[in-house]
């Protein structure tokens, strides 16, 4: 089977030409613009390709209910072109082929739990820390999807001591994305995370508010595999002040063997697709038509 396969982000889409094992045949990179000026792109690529289905991993929010009449359609986003513009039947229409959607974070998911960093979970999630915060679940094999997807980027945290940050959440302020984006961590420290690898007291407070987030999922989801990436991530000690930081605050209320200062290593860990994780995820979400 011959599948199309894209991830729908704010900076660039990623298409991709594949099958049902996740194995890609051919794959572009196209910058986000307007939606038509994109999607005339997006259209030349997968011309002529014999696809026979698409599958769209889209930054959101995005309507993923097939049963509603805007199923794929852009939400309330701070990009206002993509505001309401109907992603997925343009797609579908153009490239007379039927489509699914679902968003980035959830594909993600998808493609670390089937052939990624948590392929032993039944349960798993996937995070990513870089211009916003987003996480997608797998539950049994399908990614977690009701009443309409999960938000588990705006949850409230509790305020670090030392934080006099207001926050840059443009609808709570001072959530989690708020509080712990890479912008956030710029407008904070008045430089990008890049440009702070020295000062301990940045990557102390990051940990404090991703760890909150992170034992509020263990709490609410129980996940067996927490992968976690993003650009902020790319700060290798993270990893280790996440891990410290999540067991000091669950304090031994969650018994599983995964959160002890030994296990807890092979449970929240680094993506193993890399940049693939989402247009794979899309192909297997494809397989799901
Ligand atoms: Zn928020």
Partial sequence: MKIGAIEAGGTKFVCAIGDETG????????????????????????QGSGIDRIGVGSFGPVDVKPESATYGQIQQTPKIDWVGYPLLSELEH??????????????????????????QSDN??????????????????????G???PEMGHITVRRHPDDH?????????????????GPAIEARWGQEGRFLE???EVWEMEAYYLAQAIATYIYILS????????GVMKQQRMYGLIRQEVLRQINGYVSSSKLDPHHVNDYIIPPALGDEA????????????
């Fill in 278 to 289: 989402g247009v794979k995820g899309a192909l297997l979400l494809a397989c799901q038509l």
């Fill in 198 to 200: 020295a000062r301990h």
């Fill in 23 to 46: 194995a890609i045949y051919n794959k572009t990179t196209i910058d986000t613009r307007k939606p038509e000026e994109t999607l005339e792109e997006v259209y030349d690529f997968f």
């Fill in 223 to 230: 996940p067996q595999t927490i992968v976690i990436g993003g």
């Fill in 124 to 145: 798993s999630m996937y995070i990513t820390v870089g211009t916003g915060i987003g996480a997608g679940g797998v539950i049994n094999g399908t990614t977690l999807t």
């Fill in 147 to 149: 009443l309409s997807h």
């Fill in 94 to 119: 153009h490239l007379q082929v039927k489509g699914i959607i679902d968003t980035d974070v959830n594909v993600a998911a998808l493609a670390e739990n089937k052939l990624g960093a948590a392929q």
């Fill in 165 to 181: 940050y207001a926050g840059s959440c443009p609808y709570h302020q001072d959530c989690l994305e708020g509080l712990a984006s």
